[in-house]
């Protein structure tokens, strides 16, 4: 069962993590070849205050 995070930050709409959620399923479905059912995909939204590349807050 894979289970697929996606870390972003937050202020996507509901339609944007749904069509994402649904291109990601399909993609797992075929190149993992298992059912819809078993594809499982958490959306961790944080504020822009909290993501840092390099030490330099983003």
Known sequence: MPIITIST???KTQR?????????TEDVIKIF?????DVI???????????YAEGIRL
């Open 9 to 11: 930050y937050s202020g």
């Open 16 to 24: 944007e993590k749904d069509r994402l959620a649904e291109a990601i």
């Open 33 to 37: 070849g298992v059912e819809k059912k």
């Open 41 to 51: 995909i958490v959306f961790q939204e944080q504020p822009h205050g909290n993501w």
